[in-house]
DNA sequence: ATTGCTGAATCGTTGAACGTTTCCCAAGTC
DNA sequence: GACTTGGGAAACGTTCAACGATTCAGCAAT
């Protein structure tokens, strides 16, 4: 019976969330728009995947579900399964009777995400895309040219995200989509080691816009070959960063 | 009511399960084996997966948590936490508020996940393997052969599922891998509705052989042209079959 | 230094409870 | 008769409290 839940300072999980978005009925057409409000532990789990994503929470961090539960003014049971939703993502990893712990990847790991990217984006390029799909990726290249421009690397990297999402997207299959922003959420873990050299930064901005050129002329061929070359190229810079 | 479970064989989960532990992820890269006996929720999903995969649970059908932690044996809670493993892997869908039925796929759904075998199968096969893993395709291939000639359609079907495992296990990625055991599960929700072609089953059979050959030669781009035809093939045939 | 034990901290799982949402069906209205 | 209206029952989402099991760290004993 809802106690006073004094240290309420982060309730807003609980929120009723009622916010009427769009104010008064429209007369007539009232569309049967789902309303689906998320359900709590969805709630915990994106913020937990925010928290990971910019990097407040570390690889390696333990995760305790008592302390989050508490944190986040939930049951434990509803953190557990949050849990089991980033895990199903490997955002974090389960370890039996141990606890979850946010995952921390090695070279292989590194290796083998990029084994999947080449899958995936490859043959996404290599199917073309409809014109929209195409022009979407363009905004990203031009996303990416506005941030180094101002000289913004966090969102360069963002941008550079964005480019890549928009590739597979081409594709317009949900199920390589999802896959597709998984295997970037990954990234991000071990995106925050990676020190920005800006060098590699400019010479990935201008093979972005080589790719979209590419599509733009409705050659794919062209453009899956030049992806294909950055990607190992990628690749190959990550591994160096990592391996220390 | 479809089909009630008709084995109401209460299988008690609480009893030992001596089974293997994969890989206990490495987050120090270091592969510290343990002898984890799965979670129970862990049990209870594969137990649901395998009767979905065998058609004993068909498309559509509820999936009640109270009835299940019931007949099973376990909680509430454990069952629902099977369910999060299920959902994540599409075989079952979560309507809010509603429950979770067993996934039911659309001629969309098929377009999509044919499309996600052809940019993982082709990739991995464009990219050769070990010796040893071409030599696990060639094993699928003579298992086709031999259910063929004993009749078996059953593990006929089974056998091709084997052959493109293999193929992307070539790959050597953990992550390919586990997509396309997903994919491969998927599959089997509508490959129950896909009355038996002999004919269609004769004439893959040849080309997996096909297939097998080219790899073995080391012609990849060879071998990655006819799979792709089959992926297409095989999309049209199971498209035909479930428009109706 | 190694071995073995004990205790605290957590996890895994259970069981029960309560508010909410959905769904079905009967009653009532035009 | 068709449509809406209003219970109620059924099931889900979430919480809470509890108990056994597992792990780990520290300390005693060999």
Not at 2 to 31: D, I, L, T, V, W
Not at 49 to 63: F, M, V
Not at 191 to 204: E, L
């Amino acid at each position: 019976m809802a106690p006073a839940n004094p240290n309420a300072e982060n309730s807003r999980f609980h929120e009723p969330a009622a916010a009427p978005q769009g104010g008064p009925a429209s007369p007539g057409g009232m569309s049967r728009l789902r309303v689906a409000v998320p359900s709590v532990a969805t709630r915990v789990a994106t913020e937990l995947r925010l928290q990971i994503a910019e990097g407040a929470l570390l690889p390696g961090t333990k995760l305790k579900e008592e302390a989050l539960s508490e944190e986040l003014g939930v049951s434990r049971n509803t953190v557990r399964e949050a849990f089991a939703e980033l895990a199903s993502e490997r955002l974090v990893v389960r370890q039996p009777n141990r606890g979850v712990f946010v995952a921390s990847l090695g070279v292989n790991d590194i290796h083998d995400v990029y084994t999947v990217r080449r899958a995936i984006e490859v043959s996404a390029v290599r199917g073309g895309g409809s014109p929209e799909s195409i022009a979407s990726v363009r905004a990203a290249v031009e996303e990416g040219k506005r941030a180094a421009a101002a000289g913004d690397s966090e969102g360069l990297g963002s941008a550079n995200q964005h480019f890549h999402g928009a590739l597979v997207a081409m594709a317009s299959s949900e199920r390589l989509n999802t896959i597709m922003s998984q295997v970037l959420a990954e990234m991000r873990l071990f995106f925050h080691k990676a020190s920005v050299d800006g060098g590699f930064y400019q010479d990935y901005l201008e093979e972005n816009e080589k790719i979209c050129k590419a599509l733009e002329a409705g050659d794919t061929e062209l453009a899956a070959e030049r992806l294909l070359s950055y990607l190992d190229r990628s690749e190959e810079h990550q591994t160096a960063v990592h391996t220390s």
